[in-house]
């Protein structure tokens, strides 16, 4: 069974500080994706990576994927508060997708 | 283009009632999925149907709840005799071509159970 970890579970940053969250899953997936949810809303997608050592970046945030480490990290570079939100990776078949726990983060001044 | 539609979007229901969830996909995509997320959970996959077919319903729990896509009309998501732990938010998600394709997520609807 396909299991998906995030961590940290809570992250708390000053602005302007860098930090990565990290997406680890159990067996060999094709795809990886990052969504942000705000409190209240639906989810949002980051980004969609599709290949080993494919790298995204979209303003402050860069993820990246190693297939061989089932592994992704999603990094925030000089943090600023309307990044204040919940990230979530998923892995799987785009008709089954397995989330994370999610990784709330909070960035204050 | 109007994105994924949910109706409604706060349902209060008390134990033992029925739930309605709507959920009408983007202008074009045939297949719809359903998730679930408890408070301070992740989305878990419930259900993937296509128009007029359940593709894939093994998250589904076994009794009470039940997904339709019908040939003309939104997606349904049913939940009879509701109990409080069906408190959660429903999301739908949408794409055109299923297997290969982004899903896109509509607002959800969250349910409290009384």
């Known amino acids: 069974e396909l299991k998906v970890e995030q961590n940290p579970l809570f992250l708390s940053m000053q602005e302007g500080k860098n930090y990565t969250i990290y997406c680890n899953y159990s067996t060999t997936s094709d795809r990886l994706y990052w969504y942000r949810q705000d409190p209240g809303k639906s989810l949002e997608s980051l980004f969609v990576?599709?290949?080993?050592?494919a790298v995204k970046q979209e303003g402050r945030l860069m993820a990246s994927l190693d297939t061989k480490a089932r592994l992704s990290t999603l990094h925030i570079t000089a943090a600023v508060h309307d990044l204040s939100a919940t990230y979530f990776c998923?892995?799987?078949?785009?008709?089954?997708?397995?989330f994370g726990t999610g990784t709330r983060l909070q960035v204050f001044p | 283009n109007a994105g994924v539609m949910q109706n409604p979007r706060h349902l209060v229901r008390r134990r033992g009632q029925e739930a309605r969830l709507r959920c009408s996909p983007m202008?074009?995509?045939?297949?719809v999925y359903w998730y679930r997320q408890l408070p301070e959970e992740g989305l878990k996959f419930m259900v993937y149907l296509q128009k007029e077919n359940i593709i894939d319903e093994s998250g589904m729990p076994k009794e009470r709840f039940s997904a339709e896509f019908p040939k003309e009309g939104p997606s349904i998501l049913r939940i009879q005799q509701v109990v409080r732990g069906d408190s959660a938010a429903y999301f739908c998600a949408s794409s055109q071509n299923g297997r290969d394709d982004e899903q896109f997520f509509g607002p959800g609807t969250r349910l409290t159970v009384l």
């Open positions: 990576l599709l290949s080993n050592g």
């Open positions: 202008k074009g995509h045939s297949h």
């Open positions: 998923a892995v799987g078949r785009p008709d089954k997708l397995i």
